[in-house]
């Protein structure tokens, strides 16, 4: 078994370097895009409101694969700037995941009680005060562990790449098959190595809750 | 609830928010104007690329296609239900030789990518002489996944019935079966029900997967219909066609889980809360 992982070690360190990579940018990606959606969502102002909405109920009625398959097919129609299949690997799950980031952001801020932003404007804070000092400590305590499944489910996601011909980790299987090597092996070491990339995230959120977690 | 976010808006923030609202407008039209100038200039807009909607055969063809969408939906729906039905209990069991091997199973067929499951079934698992055909590969890995999800929601569900439920049950002289059974699973799907819809959401998106492995389903019947030459190519009007089919379909069901939420909480009995962070695990995955 061992001696598969070896004889191929090409193929498994390109694949998952190539898995972190897109996780970690299109994780980058969709928490920047995702909070400014989510900021977009809470603002006074209609029209973001809007286009928050708007744009959170396409993209989470919409699969991925099909996300995908736009940019990976229709894309290059539009005639824009060209670009890799790795960058648009990137945009597609960036966008993609950013609407539920969005979700999770705008649910961590509506569990903050009402009373506690009463209060603290009571006591003469600024907006900025209330949201910095007041609001965004109790908000993200209930936003870590709902975020790291995001970021979970994210790092799975990456595998839809591999029907695009990504070279990361889910392309392996195909790749091993063209070699002749048994696939059950193959199978069994990329399912290892997803689970070692997953422990550090749940390492981290219990951490993280464990550190946070006061009872309100 | 966001509102306390904000002060009421005096006579200065109204002005200001009016310009924000002007510029917001302004931008998003900008953005959906470019876009529609880049499918104007590309050519999308062409009746050549759209005259494929007319053709008799075609439309036959879409509509095969998304039943064999609905057809994989309905099966998987229905697997993964029971499968996670059977999981709960069996994760709930007080015999430990039943409890051990359920979590593992779980946990197993959460913790992979679904890709690679589908992958494994329809590529690696001929090789040990099983056969499984492009459906059912795609059938069992979402009922496995999907299931394993249910069976945590199901488990959080039961966990969450208030403990005086059990215990009166018992009182009353029930068997463990039957307070399972009459008592506790049907108040722990009816408070979970909002979140078993939208784990079915995602399991009709997941469905797409299908594609990758040639399943014939919508995705795989918008890239054929995008290769034909003779209506030039039309990929991006294909595209939007079925971006369109799926997001009504899903939008349907969301909104069945929203119509469920508002009726749970109207008939004002006291819900149990299930576990938020269950919630938001089983309504994203893919």
């Known amino acids: 078994m061992i001696g598969l992982l070896l004889d191929n070690r090409d193929l498994f360190i390109t694949g998952f370097l190539h898995t972190i990579l897109l996780f970690v940018l299109a994780g980058i990606g969709a928490l920047v895009l995702g909070t400014l959606l989510a900021a977009m969502r809470v603002s006074p102002v209609p029209a973001l409101q809007l286009l928050g909405t708007g744009y959170v109920t396409v993209f989470r009625n919409t699969p991925l694969t099909l996300v995908f398959f736009f940019f990976a097919f229709a894309y290059p129609r539009l005639e824009l700037i060209d670009v890799s299949f790795f960058t648009r690997a990137v945009l597609a799950l960036a966008m993609y995941t950013a609407a539920f980031v969005c979700e999770v952001v705008r649910s961590g801020i509506n569990t903050v009680d009402v009373g506690q932003f009463e209060a603290s404007r009571a006591l003469g804070f600024t907006f900025t005060q209330t949201l910095t000092t007041v609001v965004v400590p109790q908000a993200i305590r209930s936003v870590v562990p709902p975020m790291t499944s995001v970021l979970n489910s994210l790092l799975k996601n990456t595998t839809i790449a591999a029907g695009f011909s990504v070279l990361e980790a889910g392309q392996i299987t195909p790749a091993l098959s063209e070699r002749g090597a048994p696939l059950l092996i193959g199978m069994f070491w990329i399912a290892v190595g997803f689970g070692i990339l997953v422990v550090p995230l749940t390492v981290t959120q219990r951490a993280l809750e464990k550190r946070w977690s006061v009872a309100r | ?286």
């Open chain 2, 1 to 286: 609830m966001t509102s306390a976010l904000y002060d009421v808006p005096g006579p200065r923030a109204r002005a200001r928010n009016r310009v924000f609202g002007l510029l917001a407008t302004v931008g998003i039209v900008a953005l959906i104007g470019f876009v529609g100038y880049r499918f104007w200039a590309t050519g999308q807009f062409e009746s050549t690329k759209w005259e494929w909607l007319l053709y008799k055969d075609l439309q036959l063809q879409l509509i095969a296609a998304l039943g064999a969408t609905l057809s994989a939906f309905v099966v998987a729906a229905l697997l993964a239900l029971v499968f996670g039905l059977l999981f709960a209990i069996a994760r709930l069991s007080q015999r430990w030789w039943l409890r051990t091997p359920a979590f593992a199973i779980v946990e197993f067929c959460r913790a992979i990518p679904l890709v690679v499951m589908i992958f494994f079934l329809f590529y690696a698992a001929p090789q040990t002489g099983l056969t499984l055909g492009v459906f059912w590969s795609l059938v069992v890995s979402l009922t496995l996944y999907n299931g394993s999800v249910l069976a945590e929601v199901f488990r959080a569900g039961v966990v969450s019935v208030p403990r005086g439920q059990r215990e009166a049950a018992y009182a009353l002289g029930l068997r463990k079966g039957q307070v399972t059974r009459a008592v506790l699973l049907p108040q722990a799907v009816r408070a979970m029900l909002p979140t078993i819809v939208s784990q079915l959401v995602v399991l009709l998106k997941d469905t797409a997967l299908g594609f990758l492995i040639t399943y014939q389903e919508l995705l795989y019947e918008a890239r054929y219909l995008g290769g034909l030459a003779e209506f030039g190519r039309p990929i991006i009007p294909t595209a939007l066609v079925i971006g369109a089919v799926y997001i009504t379909l899903c939008t349907a069901l969301s909104s069945l889980a929203g119509h469920l939420e508002r009726r749970s909480r109207r008939s004002g009995r006291a819900l149990p809360t299930p576990d938020v962070r269950l919630v938001t695990a089983a309504e994203l995955a893919t």
